[in-house]
């Protein structure tokens, strides 16, 4: 299945307004709802699943001036929000009690402060080492749940010690007091999507409506409105209150994405959020054929220079898929990859029919000012904070608050103190909110330009048939070119699980497009020569170019690595030692080789 978005047309003020109005109304009646069905202490045993749904039920029928069926709506959104908020709850006691000796993190020298995240400070310096890996092996066993029930609820110690017992007590005190209701739109990114379902449409149109012909979805068609012929008619917020048309647009892009889709199997996903509308149709097709031999292979290089390098290989005899498979396979270590390399061959018969290469650079670039913006705003975030302490704390001293006493808005009309404070702290929300827009888009340019990449590479690989190779990304490749420190922020939104994001995006598309993806073992890649089945050294790789001194010639290091790759399916064994083809003993440096032109 696949989610397709459709544009949405002009809407009105007033229309606008109504889908706010809904928004709230479920999102309210969510609340209500989740406040209702939470448990506060899931460890007493959770409610049945159908005793909570009744509960919720009875809150369903009982709410006046909402639609039944955004009635309903709410509550299939809120039970899994709830059989979730449990579970967390019990992740985050075992989590705790997992790193009970995780120390805290002080900027500053920790004073008189506790040392441990999960440790009472009284008992700090009692514990023993023995009596915290206890507790580790106790929350990795099946018991560490039932304990926590015995020593919270119960009083039972369960046969730990006294300091034991203390940790549990406060491991539970700490999660206990961060186990809220879901809170439903409690950011304003929120986004409430509602499955729209045939209810929720005209009626005598139902069929129709959730069919698809050829391909393109037939909503609702009106052809005496002159600007747009689909629209998403959908059920107002009040019973019986006027129906919201949401004009579609429908780009001839997506309608060609969906050609294939299968007619009975789409659904709509209306999605609601503080900034705006968008309608979803979810189409599925089933699973196409995939071929078991190939004669092509396209091979992915994922980097940050260039972010994707792609090389289409081609043989004159098939390569069995499933067999290549089992090959690959069991090369799990970097000994066995290199045995492997230096005991085959990559055949002269075997040609390399195109290569592909998208520079990374402008992306990156623009990815690298804006985490630096993210970077800055976070120091005046953190800036602010410390002044809002040091108002704090002379405010305390004015109004003779306690420690514990919250500056409070009434604060306001007693001390212009109080009104700066305030002010600052609006401030500082202000900034939070420039921070996540900022978040929102590096995170919207990243899928925007692997979005783009993946449709490429399967582009590329259905134009010739191929199967596409690609590393293995559950074994670390240390070698590649990731770029030196750049901030906080541009690493944990660029360097860390990139490759993995671009991996999975392109893995659902490979699927949905029958064209079948082999791992291939990451090591070596970048350095290889199948063709003199060795490893080039790492002072070879000098920038974007790499030597080989083998074949006597530069390459492009990221077009080679993609072309080895590639190479690894049509690989032969070397039979009696005897190489197929004597080195280039050629050690000059010969003129760069220039790669394929950069897209
Ligand atoms: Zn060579």
Same mark, same amino acid.
């Given at each position: 299945?696949?989610?397709?978005?459709?544009?949405?047309?002009?809407?009105?003020?007033?229309?606008?307004?109504?889908?706010?109005?809904?928004?709230?109304?479920?999102?309210?009646?969510?609340?209500?709802?989740?406040?209702?069905?939470?448990?506060?202490?899931?460890?007493?045993?959770?409610?049945?699943?159908?005793?909570?749904?009744?509960?919720?039920?009875?809150?369903?029928?009982?709410?006046?001036?909402?639609?039944?069926?955004?009635?309903?709506?709410?509550?299939?959104?809120? /039970? $899994?929000?709830?059989?979730?908020?449990? !579970?967390?709850?019990? %992740?985050?006691? @075992?989590?705790? &009690?997992?790193?009970? *000796? +995780?120390?805290?993190?002080?900027?500053?020298?920790?004073?008189?402060?506790?040392?441990?995240?999960?440790?009472?400070?009284?008992?700090?310096?009692?514990?023993?080492?023995?009596?915290?890996?206890?507790?580790?092996?106790?929350?990795?066993?099946?018991?560490?749940?039932?304990?926590?029930?015995?020593?919270?609820?119960?009083?039972?110690?369960?046969?730990?010690?006294?300091?034991?017992?203390?940790?549990?007590?406060?491991?539970?005190?700490?999660?206990?007091?961060?186990?809220?209701?879901?809170?439903?739109?409690?950011?304003?990114?929120?986004?409430?999507?509602?499955?729209?379902?045939?209810?929720? /449409? $005209?009626?005598?149109?139902?069929?129709? !409506?959730?069919?698809? %012909?050829?391909? @393109?979805?037939? &909503?609702?068609?009106? *052809? +005496?409105?002159?600007?747009?012929?689909?629209?998403?008619?959908?059920?107002?917020?009040?019973?019986?209150?006027?129906?919201?048309?949401?004009?579609?647009?429908?780009?001839?892009?997506?309608?060609?994405?969906?050609?294939?889709?299968?007619?009975?199997?789409?659904?709509?996903?209306?999605?609601?959020?503080?900034?705006?509308?968008?309608?979803?149709?979810?189409?599925?097709?089933?699973?196409?054929?995939?071929?078991?031999?190939?004669?092509?292979?396209?091979?992915?290089?994922?980097?940050?220079?260039?972010?994707?390098?792609?090389?289409?290989?081609?043989?004159?005899?098939?390569?069995?898929?499933?067999?290549?498979?089992?090959?690959?396979?069991?090369?799990?270590?970097?000994?066995?990859?290199?045995?492997? &390399?230096?005991?085959?061959?990559?055949?002269?018969?075997?040609?390399?029919?195109?290569?592909?290469?998208?520079?990374?650079?402008?992306?990156?670039?623009?990815?690298?000012?804006?985490?630096?913006?993210?970077?800055?705003?976070?120091?005046?975030?953190?800036?602010?904070?410390?002044?809002?302490?040091?108002?704090?704390?002379?405010?305390?001293?004015?109004?003779?608050?306690?420690?514990?006493?919250?500056?409070?808005?009434?604060?306001?009309?007693?001390?212009?103190?109080?009104?700066?404070?305030?002010?600052?702290?609006?401030?500082?929300?202000?900034?939070?909110?420039?921070?996540?827009?900022?978040?929102?888009?590096?995170?919207?340019?990243?899928?925007?330009?692997?979005?783009?990449?993946?449709?490429?590479?399967?582009?590329?690989?259905?134009?010739?048939?191929?199967?596409?190779?690609?590393?293995?990304?559950?074994?670390?490749?240390?070698?590649?070119?990731?770029?030196?420190?750049?901030?906080?922020?541009?690493?944990?939104?660029?360097?860390?699980?990139?490759?993995?994001?671009?991996?999975?995006?392109?893995?659902?598309?490979?699927?949905?497009?029958?064209?079948?993806?082999?791992?291939?073992?990451?090591?070596?890649?970048?350095?290889?020569?199948?063709?003199?089945?060795?490893?080039?050294?790492?002072?070879?790789?000098?920038?974007?170019?790499?030597?080989?001194?083998?074949?006597?010639?530069?390459?492009?290091?990221?077009?080679?690595?993609?072309?080895?790759?590639?190479?690894?399916?049509?690989?032969?064994?070397?039979?009696?030692?005897?190489?197929?083809?004597?080195?280039?003993?050629?050690?000059?440096?010969?003129?760069?080789?220039?790669?394929?032109?950069?897209?």
């Amino acid at each position: 299945m696949r989610a397709f978005p459709l544009g949405i047309g002009d809407i009105s003020a007033s229309k606008r307004a109504g889908l706010l109005d809904l928004r709230n109304r479920i999102l309210d009646l969510m609340r209500t709802m989740a406040v209702a069905g939470f448990d506060q202490e899931p460890l007493t045993g959770t409610l049945a699943s159908n005793d909570l749904n009744r509960r919720l039920l009875e809150i369903q029928r009982a709410t006046v001036g909402l639609n039944s069926v955004w009635r309903e709506s709410a509550r299939l959104r809120v /039970l $899994p929000a709830l059989a979730e908020s449990n !579970a967390r709850y019990f %992740r985050k006691l @075992v989590g705790r &009690l997992r790193h009970v *000796d +995780q120390e805290i993190d002080y900027r500053e020298a920790r004073g008189d402060r506790p040392r441990f995240i999960n440790i009472p400070q009284e008992i700090e310096t009692a514990v023993i080492g023995a009596e915290l890996e206890d507790l580790k092996r106790l929350a990795s066993s099946r018991k560490a749940i039932p304990t926590f029930k015995a020593v919270v609820l119960d009083g039972n110690p369960s046969g730990l010690a006294g300091n034991q017992v203390a940790i549990l007590k406060h491991i539970h005190a700490c999660v206990q007091k961060g186990h809220k209701p879901p809170a439903f739109g409690a950011k304003d990114e929120f986004t409430l999507q509602l499955h729209i379902d045939s209810r929720m /449409l $005209p009626t005598g149109q139902n069929a129709e !409506a959730m069919a698809l %012909r050829t391909g @393109v979805p037939f &909503l609702l068609e009106d *052809d +005496q409105n002159k600007c747009y012929c689909r629209f998403l008619d959908i059920a107002g917020a009040a019973p019986r209150s006027e129906r919201i048309r949401i004009p579609l647009v429908l780009t001839p892009e997506i309608a060609r994405r969906m050609v294939s889709t299968k007619t009975g199997w789409a659904s709509l996903i209306l999605e609601l959020s503080s900034r705006g509308v968008g309608v979803r149709l979810v189409a599925g097709k089933p699973q196409p054929e995939t071929p078991t031999q190939v004669n092509r292979i396209v091979g992915r290089d994922f980097g940050y220079t260039n972010t994707i390098a792609l090389s289409v290989l081609e043989s004159p005899a098939a390569v069995d898929l499933d067999r290549l498979r089992a090959t690959l396979k069991v090369l799990d270590t970097k000994g066995k990859a290199q045995g492997h &390399l230096e005991g085959h061959y990559l055949p002269e018969s075997i040609t390399v029919v195109e290569r592909l290469r998208f520079s990374g650079r402008p992306f990156m670039e623009r990815a690298r000012v804006l985490c630096e913006a993210i970077d800055s705003t976070k120091s005046r975030i953190d800036l602010a904070y410390n002044d809002l302490e040091t108002r704090r704390k002379a405010l305390a001293e004015e109004l003779g608050l306690g420690p514990q006493d919250r500056v409070l808005p009434e604060h306001k009309k007693l001390s212009s103190k109080a009104r700066e404070f305030f002010s600052l702290l609006g401030q500082i929300n202000d900034l939070k909110a420039v921070r996540r827009g900022l978040y929102r888009k590096v995170a919207s340019m990243k899928r925007c330009w692997f979005g783009y990449l993946s449709n490429q590479e399967i582009g590329l690989a259905v134009r010739h048939g191929a199967a596409l190779v690609r590393e293995d990304l559950t074994v670390e490749a240390i070698e590649k070119d990731s770029p030196s420190y750049k901030g906080r922020a541009f690493n944990k939104m660029l360097n860390n699980g990139s490759k993995g994001q671009y991996q999975r995006r392109a893995a659902s598309k490979l699927l949905w497009n029958g064209i079948p993806e082999i791992v291939a073992p990451s090591w070596y890649t970048s350095r290889a020569c199948l063709k003199h089945s060795g490893i080039v050294e790492k002072k070879h790789r000098v920038g974007e170019s790499i030597f080989l001194p083998c074949c006597g010639k530069h390459d492009h290091a990221d077009e080679h690595a993609a072309d080895t790759i590639a190479g690894l399916a049509f690989l032969v064994p070397k039979i009696n030692g005897s190489e197929p083809l004597a080195p280039v003993r050629d050690t000059s440096y010969p003129a760069i080789a220039v790669g394929s032109p950069v897209l």
